[in-house]
């Protein structure tokens, strides 16, 4: 079914009876020639892609809990394309302009917003940084504009700017970037990937793989063994624990992210802000509600939780930047799984065992990289070879000494 003004205009003239399930919930085949575990964006993005440009249909998304139930629904909702190094900068461009174009794509409403990102900055060296990276954001077509102090105050004039642990002196503003409704990019490309024939199997979780001879050949899961040609993980937060039932271990690592939403008010945030001196972005949503994250919590986890010490931290900044913020009370807040990666960087690649395929690693950025990951992940799963965007993000480049570490910080998950 076809989503459009006149769809709603017909259905509302005859009493709301002719909309059907976004998607189907069908009983799991035996055999599928391509498994994908793990239901978030990066999974159902990967199917759909399989589909429609692959035109690759007998495929089945296996989701332990229900479509949108982890990261995916969980994260700020923030998409750009601001980096430097020449393995990201172009991936995530390319991702940018796929969101840009999706909502049509895809028939569903997903909010994509471009309502602008500013990036603070607070010494010279950050607008040393920010020139390096507004040049290669230029050079890969993503657009961006060096503000000095001035220029932020035009846009943000409520922020503190002298009396600050880290007065602002400038920052880097992309105009194309913003927000997008994160859970309905989940049900976009379900709702998409199923009408082209691929079976979403919700509350199934993998619990082993079959592998025989240096092959795998399917999955266990809490439903039944279910065989494939391929099997494509792409779990996030949980990499480390499913790519352990098949015997590796990952250069990752799991850290619990957590998010915030004041109560609703009047519109006061025009765009999207990062405090990189402090590490709080923050944007405000439609309903009216300032979303909010900072770091991640400082101990490794699997709990979909945080805790208070993160809270305290995030709030103060918000008002360190924001002093009219002062009286905004917390309404909510949760956690995410984070897949943090030694160098702050994704992978894309096949296994050293025949079949099996790996996604993962996003570390708290993987929300913007979905169109993209799923695109270049169908392309290696339909082709056997890289996509020419993901090239870089191979499970051996720590072994080969080409990290593709964005900020120049080491193995220090916490600090990407
Ligand atoms: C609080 C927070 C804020 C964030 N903010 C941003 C942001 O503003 N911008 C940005 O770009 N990124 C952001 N991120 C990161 C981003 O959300 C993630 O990197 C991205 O969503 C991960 O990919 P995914 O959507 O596929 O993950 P998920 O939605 O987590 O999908 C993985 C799925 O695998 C399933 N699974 C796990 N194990 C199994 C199993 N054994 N069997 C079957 N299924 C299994 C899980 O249930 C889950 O549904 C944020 C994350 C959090 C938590």
Excluded at 21 to 50: C, N, Q, S, V
Excluded at 80 to 90: F, L, T
Excluded at 317 to 333: Q, T, V
Aim: glycine share 12%; proline share 4%.
């Amino acid at each position: 079914m076809r989503y459009s003004a006149l769809k709603i205009l017909t259905q509302a003239l005859t009493g709301n009876k002719g909309w059907k399930p976004a998607w189907r919930e069908p009983e799991p085949k035996a055999h599928y020639d391509i498994i994908i575990i793990g239901g978030g964006g990066h999974g159902l993005a990967t199917a759909y892609y399989l589909a429609k440009n692959h035109g690759l249909t007998n495929i089945a998304v296996i989701e332990k809990g229900w479509i949108g139930s982890g990261n995916v629904g969980r994260n700020t909702t923030i998409i750009r394309s601001n980096y430097i190094q020449p393995g990201n900068e172009p991936f995530y461009e390319f991702s940018l302009k796929l969101w840009e174009g999706l909502e049509q794509d895809f028939n569903f409403n997903a909010m994509v917003s471009q309502r602008g990102l500013l990036m603070l900055a607070h010494s010279d060296s950050d607008i040393d940084r920010f020139s390096r990276m507004g040049n290669a954001m230029h050079l890969a077509g993503a657009g961006a504009q060096l503000l000095d102090k001035k220029g932020v105050e035009k846009i943000y004039p409520f922020l503190d700017f002298e009396n600050a642990r880290f007065p602002i002196q400038g920052g880097l503003l992309q105009k194309r970037a913003g927000t997008v409704r994160h859970d309905a990019v989940a049900w976009g490309y379900a709702r998409g990937a199923d009408a082209r024939g691929v079976d979403i199997i919700q509350n199934c979780e993998v619990t082993g793989f079959q592998i025989k001879n240096g092959k795998c050949l399917g999955v266990e899961t809490t439903r039944g063994n279910i065989n494939a040609n391929k099997i494509a993980v792409c779990v996030a937060g949980s990499s480390s624990r499913v790519m352990a039932m098949a015997d590796m271990r990952l250069p990752i690592e799991s850290h619990v992210l957590q998010a915030f939403v004041s109560e609703g008010l009047k519109p006061v945030l025009p765009g999207v802000i990062t405090f990189g001196a402090g590490h709080l972005y923050i944007s405000q949503s439609d309903k009216g509600g300032l979303v909010f994250g900072g770091d991640i919590d400082g101990y490794n986890s699997y709990a979909q939780r945080g805790n208070l010490p993160v809270v305290e931290d995030c709030c103060e900044e918000a008002m360190a930047l924001m002093p009219i913020l002062g009286r905004a009370r917390l309404l909510r807040s949760w956690g995410g799984l984070m897949d943090m990666s030694m160098d702050g960087s994704p992978f894309i690649d096949k296994t050293h065992i025949d079949g099996l395929y790996f996604n993962g690693g996003w570390c708290y950025g993987g929300f913007k990289a979905t169109p993209a990951s799923g695109w270049c992940y169908a392309h290696l799963l339909a082709s056997d070879k890289s996509h020419t965007l993901a090239n870089e993000f191979r499970l051996d480049r720590f072994k080969r000494g080409v990290l593709i570490d964005e900020k120049g910080q080491g193995a220090q998950p916490n600090l990407h």
